[in-house]
């Protein structure tokens, strides 16, 4: 049961095209857990595709041994930056409230207990002083901060970020990466699309590796190697290794 | 203003009227403050039009016009939904292709029934003549309509603001958008009688938009909004009344005439501020 996540034989495809390929891996409990891959390699489809936001050609996903169904309210997911409307009439503290809603289910309103926890939740964050802001009027790390503070909202087990990083300042992505290894060290699992190559040795404990179809999984140390990193680049990484490999 | 206060007490004509144009001001404002914050203002002008033939068919069968109406609507919903899901049609373009084709074939139906329709009644409405039935019928529709959007309020929300967050929470996004357009039928067929399905779209929009300007809060905003629409209702109707005018057309001014104020003036976004500011930074 320490497996808080499973994928076995998974295929996607958009119209027609391949996206990805037979990709099996699974994640321990209590793990930083880093996608990386080329771009159009699939990463973001792989995210959604465990979250059963888009269709599967094959495959199956399991959490805790369960299908997506039984364990939604406990799956936390931090998508791309820009796939809102920033003019939207809502602000800081409504969007992190927004976590509560999988537990409230139908027709329950987020109570006073409820609102407190999610301005704790801004506190996490260092947000908590931008309440009452229009989400528009933040800066794109403020931003991210926020949507982080509403997937702890939720009281996930498990989390999932689509690119966190990009287009944020230097010290938003401090604060984002120190939650992620504290809700780690809670035993939380985290997962984590990333293309910031400098960075993965510092920030995760396991990668998983792709292009189209899995290159190498398991801990940074052995995934993160010259051998690998080709092979899923098509490209040389003289920086890893003395080694350098001709094109 | 007075006599029109006295007249609203002596006749029963201009109560009905009254009642029914702020409750449609009311309703269209919540549900335009949903219509617009999704993009879909066109999808609201697309419903109203689509209806025509629905109307036609329930005269030509005697039912009531609302059935008829409520179908049309929603079968030119899912038309557009199929067309533009379907397709590499943008849903701009599919909404034109499917509202222009059910708006056609309603004029040619509603030639071909001879019936006592009248054509400009349904396109402009007259909100002096509304029945004893269709006033309670706007009364069902307002009370089923605020029921629904303060039940589900919560799932609108979130659909409107995050439609990807929304479906990883499993909400089913596809079924609440069609609920949405449901109640959005509803509310189309409720204006009919006051301002006609040209300018239905009008009151789903302006006041929705004026108080868009207003306010950082969805809450706020709908309430805003439900307070233009009544109150253009009930400005404009007093004005088509005093001046012998098109009540429609009137409500719809009234509504415009709010929406240019806060444009303007808006103490966030009215561009008057907005200039001044910038002009004060370039001085200093």
């Known amino acids: 049961m320490d497996k808080s996540v499973t994928v076995r034989h998974l295929h996607v495809s958009y119209y027609g095209k391949e996206v990805i390929r037979d990709i099996t891996f699974s994640i321990e409990r209590g793990k930083l857990v880093g996608i990386i891959g080329p771009n159009g390699a699939g990463k973001s489809t792989l995210i959604k595709a465990i979250l059963g936001l888009i269709p599967t050609d094959r495959g199956a996903v399991t959490f805790f041994g369960k299908p997506i169904k039984e364990v939604r309210k406990k799956i936390a997911y931090v998508p791309q930056r820009s796939q809102i409307d920033w003019d939207f009439p809502i602000t800081v503290q409504d969007t992190v409230l927004l976590g509560t809603y999988p537990r409230l289910g139908l027709f329950r309103r987020p109570s006073k207990a409820d609102k407190k926890w999610a301005v704790k939740c801004l506190h996490e964050v260092g947000m908590e002083h931008f309440k009452n802001k229009q989400i528009g009027e933040l800066s794109g790390g403020q931003q991210q901060r926020v949507f982080l503070a509403r997937a702890l909202a939720q009281r996930a087990e498990i989390f999932l970020l689509d690119e966190p990083f990009v287009g944020i300042d230097v010290a938003s992505e401090k604060t984002i990466i120190n939650i992620l290894k504290q809700l780690r060290d809670e035993g939380k699992t985290v997962l984590v699309v990333h293309h910031d190559l400098a960075k993965v040795e510092d920030y995760f404990d396991d990668l998983i590796l792709l292009n189209k179809e899995l290159i190498q999984t398991g801990p940074v140390r052995d995934v993160f190697q010259q051998e690998y990193m080709t092979k899923a680049f098509q490209s040389d990484f003289p920086f890893m290794n003395k080694v350098e490999v001709g094109v | ?284």
Not at chain 2, 137 to 152: E, K, S
Not at chain 2, 271 to 278: A, E, F, Y
């Open chain 2, 1 to 284: 203003m007075v006599d029109f206060i006295n007249d609203v007490i002596a006749y029963e004509f201009l109560q009905k009227a009254l009642l029914t144009s702020v409750i449609v001001g009311i309703i269209s404002g919540v549900i335009g403050s949903f219509i617009i914050l999704r993009g879909m203002a066109l999808m609201g002008d697309a419903i109203s039009h689509a209806i025509l033939p629905g109307v036609a068919i329930s005269y030509m069968i005697g039912m009531n016009y609302f059935y008829g109406a409520v179908v049309m609507g929603l079968l030119a919903a899912l038309g557009i939904g199929f067309v533009s899901q379907k397709s590499r049609v943008k849903s701009d373009s599919a909404i034109g292709i499917v509202f222009s084709a059910f708006f056609a074939l309603g004029i040619i139906l509603l030639m071909k029934a001879q019936t006592a329709v009248d054509l400009e009644a349904i396109l402009f409405g007259n909100v002096l003549s509304v029945r004893t039935s269709d006033m309670w019928l706007t009364i069902i529709i307002g009370a089923i309509v605020l029921l629904f959007i303060f039940l589900f309020y919560k799932e609108f929300l979130i659909t409107t603001f995050d439609p990807t967050i929304s479906k990883a929470y499993g909400l089913p996004t596809q079924w609440i958008h069609y609920f949405l357009m449901v109640l959005l039928t509803l509310v189309t067929v409720a204006s009919l009688q006051t301002v006609g399905v040209i300018l239905v779209v009008a009151m789903l929009i302006t006041p929705a938009s004026t108080a868009y300007l207003l306010t950082n809060r969805l809450s706020t905003m709908i309430f805003l909004s439900a307070g233009f629409g009544a109150l253009s209702a009930v400005v404009g109707l007093y004005l088509s009344f005093r001046y012998n005018l098109t009540s429609g057309a009137v409500i719809v001014l009234v509504a415009t005439v709010f929406f240019i104020i806060a444009f303007l003036f808006s103490p966030q976004q009215g561009i008057v501020w907005q200039r001044l500011r910038t002009w004060k930074h370039k001085a200093s």
